[in-house]
C-alpha cells in the first residue's frame, strides 16, 4: 500500500529539548516537504527535498533542520524546540513539485 | 513569492446543494492547482487538480476552474452530501521553476443533512 508513515503521532515535550519527526514514503518518490498547520494559517511549508541531499527552505525554515540521505526518509529536526513550535506537523511525498502530493497522518507536537 | 488567497473559510450548505470554493494566486507563473480535502484527524488528499493549459476539469460531483486572467481557481461541488464536510486547500505552484508549494489557508466545509 501507497502511504507516508510520520512518527511519533503525538510528542509533549519541553522547551530546548531536541526531538526528530520521522517520515517515510515508499513510493520511490523524489520530491519531499514538511509543513506545519496553524488555524487560520492554513498549511506552510518549512522545507523541501527535491531529491537525495537535495534540500532547501519554505516559506517557515527558522528553527527546523532537514535531512535527506537516503531517498525514502526525510526528518525534521527541531534542535531546541520552543513553544512557538506548538503545531501539527504534515510530511508529503510525491514525483515532482508539479504532481499530485501524498500526506502523512499528521504528527501534533506540544512543546511546553 | 507566491501569496494564495482562500475563501471563505467557513461554509455551510444544505445537503444537495451546491458548494463553492475560490482562490487567488499572485504570481502569474504558477501552472499547477491542486484542491486538497482533510478529513477530521486525517493528512490532506488529493481530490482534484488542473494545470495552467486547461480551463475546467470535471470529476463526478467535483470541478475545478481556472482564470488566469484574472488569476483565480473555484472548486465547485455539486449535490452535496454530508460526507463531503471537511477542510479544503488549494494550493498554487510554479512546477517549472521555484519547487516552492504555496497553499491556501483552508475552506471548512459543513453540509447539513
Known amino acids: 500500500e501507497a502511504q507516508v508513515t510520520q512518527n511519533p503521532r503525538y510528542l509533549i515535550t519541553v522547551t530546548g529539548k531536541k526531538l526528530t519527526v520521522t517520515c517515510s514514503q515508499n513510493?520511490?518518490?523524489?520530491?519531499m516537504s514538511w509543513y506545519r498547520q496553524d488555524p487560520g494559517l492554513g498549511l506552510r511549508q518549512i522545507y523541501y527535498?527535491?531529491?537525495?541531499?537535495?534540500?532547501d527552505k519554505g516559506d517557515v525554515p527558522e528553527g527546523y533542520k532537514v535531512s535527506r540521505k537516503e531517498k525514502r526518509n526525510f526528518p525534521l529536526i527541531l534542535e531546541s524546540p520552543s513553544p512557538n513550535q506548538t503545531s501539527l506537523y504534515f510530511c508529503?511525498?510525491?514525483?515532482?513539485?508539479?504532481?499530485?502530493?501524498?500526506f502523512g497522518d499528521g504528527t501534533r507536537l506540544s512543546i511546553l | 513569492g507566491e501569496n494564495v488567497e482562500q475563501h471563505p473559510s467557513t461554509l455551510s450548505v444544505q445537503e444537495g446543494d451546491s458548494a463553492v470554493i475560490k482562490c487567488t494566486y499572485s504570481d502569474s507563473a504558477s501552472n499547477y492547482f491542486p484542491w486538497y480535502k482533510q478529513e477530521l484527524g486525517k493528512g490532506p488528499q488529493l481530490i482534484i487538480d488542473?494545470?495552467?493549459?486547461?480551463g475546467e476539469k470535471k470529476d463526478q460531483r467535483i470541478a475545478v476552474t481556472l482564470n488566469k486572467t484574472a488569476k483565480h481557481f473555484s472548486l465547485h461541488i455539486t449535490e452535496t452530501q454530508p460526507e463531503d464536510s471537511a477542510v479544503y486547500f488549494c494550493a498554487a505552484i510554479y512546477s517549472g521553476g521555484y519547487q516552492k508549494v504555496t497553499f491556501g489557508t483552508g475552506t471548512k466545509l459543513q453540509v447539513i443533512p
Open positions: 508529503a511525498s510525491s514525483y515532482g513539485v508539479g504532481q499530485p502530493q501524498h
Open positions: 513510493m520511490n518518490h523524489e520530491y
Open positions: 527535498s527535491m531529491n537525495v541531499e537535495v534540500t
Open positions: 488542473i494545470r495552467s493549459n486547461v
